[in-house]
């Protein structure tokens, strides 16, 4: 059982590039979201889904855009990469349904913005 | 909006030493509250959670306990062990919605 898969697990890119993070989960889950984490902020929300063809934004959405066509994907896209991106990007999901709050997390994406 | 707000750290313990990180929260209505852990180089999993004012979670020797007075849930262990070493992120999130509000972290190193 893969889980919560992301690609790639190392990235570097220079200002200005664009660039697609994946994320897939076989586990049928309803919800999923894209955290971005920070050395002393912890992780903060970018975008999550509650269903396919449904996204909203979190609490850092600018500069990413997400969508989600199928269950299983949720791909994070920067359009024009910056210096304050760099950061370690998780991908979660989620099942639906009051009492199934437990995230389950990618192993991450490093990403280093120049 | 809601937040979370935990011990810096690091912490520094001695193998059977008694933990305590605290954690308290600041939320409307009823959240759910969580400890997730983080070994390194791997995402987060969860560790323990409690859904209700008094719940007690627990799971691999650690426990956490929703103070709804206090708005605390602090987590505790009596003796940890070096495989502990991780960081600790206490989080919530409101019923009904999917938006899970982290705290900043702790870093926890347990020395032999």
């Known amino acids: 059982n893969a889980g919560v898969t992301q690609t790639p697990k190392f990235q570097v890119l220079k200002t200005g590039q664009s660039m697609t993070l994946q994320c897939a989960q076989d586990m049928n889950h309803e919800y999923m979201s894209w955290y971005r984490q920070d050395p002393g902020m912890g992780l903060r929300l970018i975008h999550y889904s509650v269903g396919a063809g449904i996204t909203d934004q979190g609490e850092v959405p600018n500069g990413y855009n997400v969508s989600r066509s199928t269950t299983e994907d949720f791909p994070l896209r920067l359009l024009s990469a910056a210096p304050s991106q760099t950061s370690v990007y998780f991908c979660?999901?989620?099942?639906?349904?009051?009492?199934?709050?437990?995230?389950?997390f990618g192993s991450g994406t490093q990403l280093s913005v120049l | 909006g809601n937040s979370v707000t935990q011990m810096e750290g690091p912490v520094t313990l001695s193998e059977e030493a008694f933990l305590t990180i605290n954690c308290t929260y600041t939320a409307t209505g009823y959240p759910s509250l969580f400890w997730y852990v983080q070994y390194p180089g791997e995402g987060l999993q969860l560790l323990l959670k409690a859904t209700k004012a008094d719940d007690k979670g627990s799971n691999k020797g650690f426990e956490a306990t929703y103070r709804k007075e206090t708005t605390s849930f602090h987590l505790e262990k009596g003796s940890v062990q070096v495989s502990d070493s991780a960081v600790y992120f206490c989080a919530l999130s409101d019923r009904g919605y999917q938006k899970v509000t982290f705290g900043t972290g702790t870093k926890l190193q347990v020395i032999p």
């Open positions: 979660a999901s989620s099942p639906a349904g009051q009492g199934n709050e437990k995230l389950f």
